[in-house]
């Protein structure tokens, strides 16, 4: 009788004491969570508790919404043409924490009033703005201002192209390297949405790309979406994580 009921006095007492520490469990994270989107989006990065924290919340979030397009390594896909992630070159403003917690909410030309959508690139051959042997000079330019090897004859007559007829540079800026307002492309980064092979730029150019992505303002918690752009953020920035205090 006595053994049976010590028994039963450890067992409730163990449990109480697991009850107690998923309660302090649950309320850590939520002042962490509470701290996460309290705290100015471009001060984050600095607070490696945060850092720590947003990788915990957004790994698990990423992998169910976003990795089937940008890949589980974060590294992206030019065939669906989803930029990379990680690698700190941006289509649309400067990276910041806040600048990509914005695409995250309100998406690229996701119909959302808020969402990148200035320009689209235009399907610069079949609306007829240039015939197939200018977009291959055009094709020559792009690769020589990415610094790779390209015909030198054809990139001149490409590079009057870009700045005439061809109207490239109003969006594109007249060096090539794009404009972060509009999500064009800085074209001398050699770094590619869609691929900078020959074949790729040429279809790039001729048949414009009108790159998607929804937005998740009504499918994700600020809290995820904060952790997502803070996540993304130190990746892409290399930022220090330290164990989370
Ligand atoms: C259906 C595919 C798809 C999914 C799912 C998707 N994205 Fe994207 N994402 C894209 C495309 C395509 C672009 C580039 C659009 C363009 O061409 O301008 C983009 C752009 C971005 C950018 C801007 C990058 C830059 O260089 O400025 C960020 C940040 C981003 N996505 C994060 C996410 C996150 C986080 C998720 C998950 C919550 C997600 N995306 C889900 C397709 C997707
Ligand atoms: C009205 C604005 C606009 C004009 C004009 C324009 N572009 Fe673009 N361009 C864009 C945008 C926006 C993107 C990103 C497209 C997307 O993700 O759907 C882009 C993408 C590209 C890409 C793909 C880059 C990558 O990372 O894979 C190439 C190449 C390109 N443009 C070259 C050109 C050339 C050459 C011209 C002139 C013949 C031109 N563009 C004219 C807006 C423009």
Not at 46 to 56: I, S
Not at 112 to 131: E, F, Q, W, Y
Not at 179 to 205: C, E, M, R
Request: hydrophobic share 40%.
């Amino acid at each position: 009788m006595a053994a049976n009921r010590t028994r039963l006095l450890i067992v409730a007492g163990v449990a109480v004491l697991v009850a107690a520490a998923g309660l302090a469990f649950s309320v850590q994270r939520s002042r962490l969570a509470a701290r996460l989107v309290s705290t100015p989006a471009e001060s984050t990065p600095a607070d490696p508790t945060l850092v720590k924290f947003a990788h915990q919340i957004a790994a698990p979030v990423y992998a169910s919404n976003c990795a089937r397009c940008h890949g589980a390594d974060m590294k992206g896909s030019q065939v669906l043409g989803a930029p990379s992630l990680v690698d700190n070159v941006w289509l649309y403003d400067q990276g910041r924490v806040s600048d990509i917690e914005r695409t995250i909410l309100y998406g690229v030309r996701s119909g959302h009033a808020k969402s990148h959508n200035i320009t689209d690139m235009p399907a610069v051959g079949r609306l007829g703005v240039l015939n197939r042997g200018e977009i291959y000079q055009v094709v020559q330019y792009v690769l020589q201002i990415s610094h790779r090897p390209a015909d030198a004859a054809m990139a001149e007559k490409g590079k009057a192209l870009f700045k005439d007829k061809g109207n490239c540079f109003d969006c594109h800026a007249p060096d090539g390297t794009g404009n972060p307002d509009y999500g064009s492309a800085d074209l001398t980064a050699n770094v590619w949405t869609y691929g900078g092979d020959t074949a790729s730029l040429f279809k790039s150019i001729r048949d414009g790309r009108h790159g998607k992505m929804d937005a998740y303002i009504d499918k994700l918690s600020p809290t995820q979406i904060r952790a997502l752009a803070l996540d993304i953020y130190s990746r892409s920035h290399k930022v220090q994580q330290v164990a989370a205090r």
